[in-house]
């Protein structure tokens, strides 16, 4: 638990300083190294830090040309953020363009970042890197995982690109970044993170560590224990509560364009769609520069698809509309 507490010299309770890497993480890499052994280390994000906000007004430092949240990433020159939907990139030195203030702070845990710290803790150390960043190709990732497997002490910092790459058995394993992902709006995203832990799980041999700061997640004590019927109850509960596939069929409506055109169309297509409701919500993954993208969910019980009256309704909407039946994914 990363948000455990320690107490002050007068006994008050205060909370730990941010830190990358936990203790008992720290001794087991320290063991690592001694042992000869190899260890691998999941992060959710690449580079330093996937966010930087401005301190003073809260604006969150964003692509100029696409609009997506950019990543800090560090050169030898100096850092410089860089977009990892469009290639944007520009130097870090820069103000909040909202407020013009100097405060940019970054958050989260990316894996550039956990590489360099575990280089602080261990110079000397073999420890190698996946991500789309510095091993965009099958060859170079794929290079890099048989160094690694060929290291004695070696470390291995990566992101889900990296699970492709771990075929075989390996002593220590841990998760330093995961969080993140449950801020993503999507139901089919604690299945998503439950297969990234298990298969974590399956290649570690001795010890598998994992580190959160939310702790009450039950996720977290499903993957350990390899207990899926659990899992799969309290899933298939919440689906059925709030009427997610497999009880339903949900029909993925997208738009973008200019943000008050965009609005009239929504108002246009719930008057077409009537009698059928429509939960209609921002999209999450940012749209082209001046593009403004809004999704709507219709959901329809399961054995009344398909809907005749409704596939009729859905045909009368403008081409610009985007529909997807039994969407992979809801941002």
Known sequence: ????????????????????????????????????????????????????????????????LCEAHTVLHKSAVENFFLCHKCGERRSALEKCSHCNGWRLTTLGIGSELVEEKIKELHPKGNVYRIDADITPTHKKAQDTADKFYNSPGGILIGTEMALLYLTEKIENTAVVSIDSFFSIPDFRINERILNILLKIRSITDKNFIIQTRDITQKVFD??????????????????????????????????????????????????????????VFPAFIPQSKGQYGVNGIIKIPKNKWPDKELYNKLKMLPIEVLVNVDPDSLI
Not at 19 to 35: A, F, G, P, Q, V
Not at 42 to 61: E, H, I, K, Q, Y
Request: charged residues 30%; glycine residues 6%; contains cysteine.
């Open 222 to 279: 499903y993957a350990v224990k390899g207990n899926l019927v659990d899992f799969y109850k309290d899933e298939i509960n919440d689906r059925e509560k709030l009427n997610f596939p497999p009880f339903s069929t949900l029909i993925k409506i997208s738009i973008s364009g200019g943000k008050y055109e965009v609005l009239e169309f929504v108002e246009n297509i719930q008057k077409i769609i009537e009698p059928y409701e429509i939960d």
């Open 1 to 64: 638990d990363m948000r455990s507490i320690q107490k002050d010299t007068v006994g008050n309770e205060k909370e730990k300083t941010f830190r990358i890497l936990s203790e008992n993480l720290e001794r087991k890499i320290k063991e690592n190294t001694e042992n000869n052994e190899h260890m691998f280390i999941f992060t959710g994000r690449r580079g330093l830090s996937p966010s930087t906000v401005c301190a003073d007004c809260g604006n969150v430092v964003k692509c100029n």
